[in-house]
């Protein structure tokens, strides 16, 4: 994960390709980030309690001194553009 240019709201992503194991390790460097349906952050809740909007969180390598950065800049994935 890097900053984007000046100007720039949404970006493509890489496609991701999710290995399920046992045992997942997870680095404290990583930003564990949220992956939403779309860009509003909103949804119904469910019966679990959960987003109707939110999907997942993943693990994503970024080069900041801390993931606060990217905490703070709300940074996310989004799979459906609103705009």
């Known amino acids: 994960m890097a900053e984007q240019l000046p100007g720039v709201t ?8 999710f ?8 680095k404290a460097v990583n930003y564990l980030c949220p ?3 779309t860009t509003l952050r909103t949804g119904t809740l469910s ?3 959960a987003s109707t909007n939110f ?3 993943i693990d994503l390598y970024q080069n900041m001194e801390s993931t606060d ?3 703070k ?11």
């Open 35 to 37: 992956i939403y349906k």
């Open 73 to 83: 800049k709300g940074a996310a994935l989004v799979c459906n553009l609103n705009d």
């Open 69 to 71: 950065w990217w905490v």
């Open 19 to 26: 290995i399920p194991s046992k045992n997942p390790s997870r």
């Open 55 to 57: 999907i997942r969180q």
């Open 47 to 49: 019966t679990t309690g």
């Open 10 to 17: 949404y970006t493509i992503s890489p496609i991701f390709r």
